[in-house]
């Protein structure tokens, strides 16, 4: 039997769009559909290769395919109106109906095309539901259909399981649940707006695991996000340690959980001690800021750290959070290479010592 690879590196999802991807899937593209699949399959081989030309352990397909990592579930499942929302002008999908499936199998689709490029461990990502609840459930536009945002949540769950499922049997290794609503509730700031905090945050563990429970045989993760990859649109930071949802992270029936530690107010690396000893961490050691390029040195430091608290088995090194924060938003591909160039030499050195 082979041995664990020690420190394998990963990107959390999303990576930049290049000019040319953001003209692919902009609504006014001049593409037929036989056009658009056969450009962003190109696209989608580029990706892949600039992963491997890198060194990265666990590929993904950039999600470009998806204009909105929380809009993809526009593509499960039918009920839900594109809109504009009032607040800021952008692109709003919002439930209107009640949910039915439409196309089981979008994302692991994604999946099917992506094993062509890669004989590589493969990550595909879910929407959490809490996260649909509070982003795409409107208390006048919605209420026709779901009355409240929690029943709107419990309907996203049997999509998203059966989109798991499908997931499962195409044969990804890892599917992660993006659930930055969750990690939210360690600012103090949004734990005043709820009347019960606590309660909030459980409901959202309690759906995440309704998604993945009892589903076997494919490694399930959760991706608790600050909004760091927020930062190059210029969106609110969260600050404040883990320990306000320890509990809850104690409580998600998955078997890796990623936590951001390279932004100022992240907290103590000590919480990991808290977590159960079956969950891996996937560190987030690199940091998505554009401009900020972490050497190796860094990276081996931040990995340290953890090794204080966790058995190096345990960790997977990936940036904060997915590199692109929006389809329209223009992040550096080139500068990202060297992230990821600079996150793999620093496993490469990891394993040299602890191997």
Known sequence: MSKKLLFPTSVIGSMPRPAFVRDLIADDAPYSEDEYKRLMGDAIRYVVALQESAGIDVITDGEWWRKSYIGVIAELAHGFELSLNPADGRPWTIVVDKLSPKTPGFIANEVAFLKQFTSKPIKATLPAPALLGERMWDPVLSAKAYPTREAFIR?????????????????????????????????????????????????????????????????????????????????????????????????????????????????????????????????????????????????????????????????????????????????????????????????????????
């Open 155 to 355: 309907d996203c769950v049997p999509i998203l399981r059966r989109e798991l499922e499908l997931l499962r049997d195409e044969g990804v290794s890892i599917v992660q649940i993006d659930d930055p609503h969750l990690c939210l509730f360690v600012d103090d700031a949004v734990r005043e707006k709820y009347d019960d905090p606590t309660k909030a945050s459980d409901f959202a563990v309690d759906m995440d695991n309704d998604v993945v429970d009892g589903i076997d045989n494919v490694k399930t993760a959760v991706h608790l996000c600050r909004r760091a990859g927020a930062r190059a649109r210029g969106e609110a930071q969260h600050s404040g340690g883990y320990d306000p949802i320890l509990r809850q992270l104690g409580r998600l029936k998955v078997n890796h959980v990623t936590m951001e530690f390279t932004t100022p107010g992240a907290g103590d690396m000590a919480v990991f001690k808290e977590l159960p000893e079956h969950m891996e961490v996937g560190l987030g050691c690199v940091s998505c800021q554009p401009g900020q390029v972490d050497s190796p040195e860094v990276i081996v430091e931040r990995v340290e750290m953890a090794l204080k608290y966790l058995a190096p088995e345990r960790i997977t090194l990936n940036p904060d959070c997915g590199f692109a924060p929006g389809s329209a938003a223009e992040v550096s591909i080139d500068e990202v290479y060297v992230k990821l160039k600079n996150e793999v030499e620093a496993a490469r050195r990891l394993r040299e010592k602890y191997a």
